[in-house]
């Protein structure tokens, strides 16, 4: 017996795996700093996990309508309207399980065979996992820490072609933390409307913003909302990852599909969960605006503490919760510090290269994790780093490295 063929196009997210091996680790009495997880470790806030469970003994046991509870619905097309400076009326919005279930409706539901489907590299490693899985093609665009992490909009235009269907861009972005500015999205939003092209729009972390940076929705400019499917969720903003809640705001012409994906697939998303994500929106937003001050201060934390390590530069991100250091001066590649200061420093992040191949000279870490954490897994990654053999001593180089 052997699995079907078409999975052998199917990637991988390695946080999933890293996590689980480090784990292990943990298991046999190692201490292991955890950075490779991308979650807010702050719990649900307390009002929202209080509305879930009344719901629960209220009876919201069953199934849910498909797209999702009406008063859910309205919610979020209420507060998409307010946030994202577009009008969004509820028959447009599906309520999925996670932020990946539009993403897996949206790629396929859109792309076939032979299509091709412009993915940022570094980006979310579903975006071209998928796209591969249905038959297309993933065409990486290069997104460098030269420009900010944002992509270059001339280099993005270069790589359209007739096959070319669907764009992804996602700010603020996984795994860098950059975000796209007005202009930015303008000049893609012109390609796509003059290319006839679809904008796969992963806004998951626009609330998790600093430094004044105004979140800005791509299906907000001049007829983009026709052409854009917007992903967003609860996961991050509301801390609500095991909750499994995300949301597609579709165009008309797709909500048909749409409809169609999800009855053949999920049903529809737990209904008490629903309950809850409601509370979530209309309820008091204290908590978001906390974990987001906080989020702010860990970024300081650990962006100066990495620029002191001889061999790191890091750019300070203007949004989510990742640093992406480059990492080439210490002499090892992403995949190979990533790897020996799991086993060597116990600190656990990602490889760049998890997230494409040009976060080869990179690592992600996440710092959704606490002060003490941080300032601990930076002590270890200074004292692994003086040890390599390509790396002046601290004391040298400190200075000169910033
Ligand atoms: C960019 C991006 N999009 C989507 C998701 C998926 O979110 P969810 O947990 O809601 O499925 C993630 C999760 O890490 C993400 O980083």
Redesign the pocket.
């Known amino acids: 017996m052997r699995p079907a063929t078409r999975m052998q196009t199917i990637g991988t997210?390695s946080?999933f795996e890293v996590s689980a091996r480090a784990r292990a680790l943990e298991a046999t009495g190692r201490s292991i700093i955890h950075l490779q997880i991308?979650?807010p470790d702050f719990d649900t806030p307390a009002n929202v996990r209080e509305a879930a469970k009344r719901a629960l003994d209220e009876g919201a046991t069953h199934y849910a309508p498909f797209p999702g509870i009406p008063q859910l619905r309205e919610a979020i097309a209420e507060d998409a309207t307010a946030r994202k400076g577009f009008p969004v009326t509820p028959d447009r919005v599906f309520v999925t399980?996670?932020?990946?279930?539009?993403?897996l409706y949206a790629i396929l539901g859109l792309i076939d065979p032979g299509d091709e489907a412009i993915v940022p590299d570094p980006?979310?490693p579903?975006y071209e996992s998928l796209v591969r899985f249905v038959g297309g093609t993933p065409v990486p665009i290069p997104i460098r820490m030269e420009n900010d992490f944002r992509l270059d909009v001339d280099e993005l235009a270069a790589l359209i072609t007739p096959k070319t269907r669907m764009i992804v861009i996602?700010s603020p972005?996984?795994?860098t933390g950059g975000v796209l500015t007005r202009g930015d999205l303008e000049r893609i939003a012109e390609l796509a409307r003059r290319h006839d092209l679809v904008v796969l729009a992963?806004e998951?972390?626009g609330r998790i913003l600093y430094d004044g940076e105004e979140h800005v929705s791509i299906a907000s400019l001049p007829g983009m909302a026709e052409r854009t499917i917007v992903?967003d969720?609860?996961?991050?903003t509301f801390a609500?990852?095991g909750w499994?809640?995300?949301y597609a705001i579709v165009p008309e012409w797709l909500v048909q599909t749409y409809g169609q994906l999800v009855i053949n697939t999920i049903s529809c998303a737990p209904t008490f969960a629903q309950v809850g994500a409601v509370e979530a929106l209309r309820g008091p937003q204290d908590d978001v605006d906390a974990m987001v001050v906080e989020f702010r201060a860990r970024r300081d934390l650990i962006v100066d503490g990495l620029n002191a390590i001889p061999g790191i530069r890091c750019l300070r991100p203007t949004g989510?919760f990742y640093a992406f250091p480059d990492i080439s001066g210490t002499g090892l590649t992403g995949a190979e510090l990533a790897e020996r200061l799991l086993q060597e420093a116990g600190v656990c992040v990602l490889s760049g290269t998890a997230f494409g191949g040009v976060g080869r000279d990179h690592v992600r870490i996440s710092y959704a994790n606490s002060r003490e954490n941080l300032a601990e897994a930076l002590r270890r990654i200074a004292a692994f780093v003086d040890e390599l053999p390509d790396v002046p001593s601290s004391e040298v180089a400190a200075g000169a490295s910033r």
Do not use: C, H, Q
């Open positions: 997210e946080a991308g979650e399980v996670g932020g990946k279930g539009v993403m980006g979310y579903i996602n972005a996984n795994p992963d998951i972390y992903l969720g609860f996961s991050k609500m990852t499994r809640l995300g989510a």
